[in-house]
């Protein structure tokens, strides 16, 4: 039912000692601390189970055990066959952030007689991956919201992203990042408090002036809520 935008794994980096992480609400301006399950990172219900788990799961996974080398240190920069499995990782967080703000409605097919299904057979069905439609002639928005996330990342790469190269970006000691609901407009994934990921530029170990610039986009990047591990380690 809920659907995270950001990996939890991601989000779970950022956890301080006490599992949670520090979040600034923007509308009301409200500090919190909050776990990385907690609703806040999560959609509800917005695509299907075959969207969250084939579409997700097969561009998650890679992923993570990239970020997991370089948090640990055992990789530096990234080999060529890196930069697709990272680029894919940003197209989902970015299209299903897309999607949560413009939710795809239900879909009522023309000529096609609608099916008395009880509710645990129309859950089956979508686990496994199978359209339907409702009772009521209708098919869900989220069976049409999870193909359209695969279409969407397909239409991106096919439109350049597939060209994108990523470069690995770190903190100077004692200097953190902060992590908006999402960047939209600029390429660059998080990976850690102290690490993240920036599509057209090299590596590089950033200055505190680097690294407060990046958090300054990140900040105005923001549009629902930004969370960090320790925000007085987050100059600007």
């Not at 990046?214 to 629902?224: E, H, I, P, Y």
Request: aromatic share 6%.
């Amino acid at each position: 039912m809920r659907q995270h935008l950001l990996p939890r794994k991601t989000i779970e980096r950022f956890c301080g000692a006490d599992g949670r992480v520090n979040v600034h609400i923007l509308t009301t301006r409200r500090n919190l601390s909050l776990k990385p399950t907690d609703p806040l990172f999560c959609a509800q219900r917005a695509w299907d189970q075959r969207g969250e788990s084939v579409v997700g799961g097969a561009i998650e996974i890679p992923f993570q055990a990239i970020a997991d080398r370089l948090v640990a240190g055992s990789l530096g920069t990234l080999t060529a066959d890196m930069h697709a499995p990272v680029t894919e990782m940003y197209l989902l967080w970015r299209r299903r952030c897309l999607r949560v703000s413009n939710p795809m409605p239900d879909f009522r097919p023309k000529g096609v007689t609608p099916c008395d299904l009880p509710l645990d057979v129309q859950e089956r069905l979508e686990k496994a991956g199978v359209a339907f439609v409702r009772p009521d002639g209708t098919i869900p928005g989220r069976v049409i919201a999870g193909t359209r996330l695969q279409v969407d990342i397909d239409g991106d790469w096919l439109a350049g992203a597939h060209a994108m190269r990523w470069g690995v970006q770190r903190c100077p000691p004692g200097l953190e990042l902060f992590v908006p609901d999402a960047f939209i407009q600029q390429p660059i994934l998080p990976v850690a408090p102290a690490l993240c990921l920036v599509a057209g530029v090299p590596d590089r170990q950033m200055t505190q002036g680097q690294v407060a610039e990046f958090n300054r986009v990140a900040l105005k990047s923001a549009t629902r809520y930004w969370f960090a591990r320790d925000p007085a380690r987050c100059p600007t």
